[in-house]
């Protein structure tokens, strides 16, 4: 089992910046692809940014290219999602989550949850 906490959401006016956190606890952080998921009110869960073990391999979600950053620190076993120039059509909440498969923007590819984090952004 790996447990996820996320934490740094909050309410923010367009073109401000956050930045999350997701601390891993339970199984070696390391051995997981490591990736931010956001859901929307009356939307699906769609897939923002994923980074792999070794931090060689990131992927974004195309409308937050250039503006949000992932990065890990496997020593902390930390994830981070450096979010910039926010806009409310980032407004949702953000979840940590983890996995071993190959194709990351599917979330029923990803084993593993945190329960989320409230991103608000206003205009």
């Known amino acids: 089992q790996v447990q996820l906490v996320e934490s740094g959401g909050g309410l923010v006016q367009a073109g401000y910046s956050l930045l999350l956190s997701c601390a891993a606890s339970g199984r070696t952080f390391q051995n997981y692809v490591m990736g931010w998921f956001r859901q929307a009110p009356g939307k699906e869960r769609e897939f923002v940014a994923a980074i792999s073990w070794d931090s060689d391999e990131i992927n974004y979600l195309g409308s937050v290219q250039g503006r949000f950053f992932i990065s890990r620190d496997n020593r902390e076993n930390t994830v981070y999602l450096q979010m910039n120039n926010l806009k409310p059509e980032d407004t949702a909440i953000y979840y940590c989550?983890?996995?071993?498969?190959?194709?990351?923007?599917?979330?029923?590819?990803?084993?593993?949850w945190g329960r989320g984090t409230q991103v608000t952004v206003s205009s």
């Open positions: 989550a983890a996995t071993t498969a190959l194709l990351w923007h599917d979330p029923d590819n990803w084993g593993y």
